[in-house]
T-cell receptor, first 112, second 107 residues
Framework: NAGVTQTPKFQVLKTGQSMTLQCAQD?????MSWYRQDPGMGLRLIHY???????DQGEVPNGYNVSRSTTEDFPLRLLSAAPSQTSVYFC???????????FGPGTRLTVT | RKEVEQDPGPFNVPEGATVAFNCTYS??????FFWYRQDCRKEPKLLMS???SGNEDGRFTAQLNRASQYISLLIRDSKLSDSATYLC????????FGKGTRLHILP
């Protein structure tokens, strides 16, 4: 199993550009989530999904969209990038028994 | 009280020493508790869960004190490779991460 994969690993955007961060998991987990991590702020939940076709907002959803058309994929879209969205983004999936979250390697995004 | 609070550290500890840190939480209904470890510029990974009776995994011991609403992590005979940030995680109807405690093991 590849676990949770994320692409790209690094990205630089200009203010106003849009892009999609990709996330996929091959463990057949229903629950997936996106976090951002900033120095001194810890992990903050952006959006999450409890299964295909179902998404919901987390703590900091503004400026981001998600969709969940399949169990495997959970892309995160930045609609119009802002410097405040410079961060490290982690995608995660949760095991069926809700015991362990598996994280992807992260995407380091810089918005100039 | 914030949902989850951790001392950010850093804890600078000589190799071989014992170190412990706590995590306090505000929601008495929290059901599940975990410690995750995050190395610099890497993703968090599960270290261990925390049971009411306490649990041990090698040099690591985790305990839960529901009355005082905190969990603890004890590391014995610390190694250089234990240097990392340790994240406290709680689950009730949502999953909440603490901001982490940085640990530096000094040679």
């Amino acid at each position: 199993n590849a676990g949770v994969t994320q692409t790209p690993k690094f990205q630089v955007l200009k203010t106003g550009q849009s892009m999609t961060l990709q996330c996929a998991q091959d463990m057949n987990h229903e629950y997936m989530s996106w976090y951002r991590q900033d120095p001194g702020m810890g992990l903050r939940l952006i959006h999450y999904s409890v299964g295909a076709g179902i998404t919901d907002q987390g703590e900091v959803p503004n400026g981001y969209n998600v969709s969940r058309s399949t169990t495997e994929d959970f892309p995160l879209r930045l609609l119009s990038a802002a410097p405040s969205q410079t961060s490290v983004y982690f995608c995660a999936s949760l095991s069926a028994d809700r015991y362990e979250q598996y994280f992807g390697p992260g995407t380091r995004l810089t918005v100039t | 009280r914030k949902e989850v609070e951790q001392d950010p550290g850093p804890f600078n500890v000589p190799e071989g020493a014992t170190v412990a840190f706590n995590c306090t939480y505000s929601n008495s209904a929290s059901q599940s508790f975990f410690w995750y470890r995050q190395d610099c510029r890497k993703e968090p990974k599960l270290l261990m869960s925390v049971y009411s009776s306490g649990n041990e995994d090698g040099r690591f011991t985790a305990q839960l004190n529901r009355a005082s609403q905190y969990i603890s992590l004890l590391i014995r005979d610390s190694k250089l490779s234990d240097s990392a940030t340790y994240l406290c995680v709680l689950e009730d109807d949502k999953i909440i991460f603490g901001k982490g405690t940085r640990l530096h093991i000094l040679p």
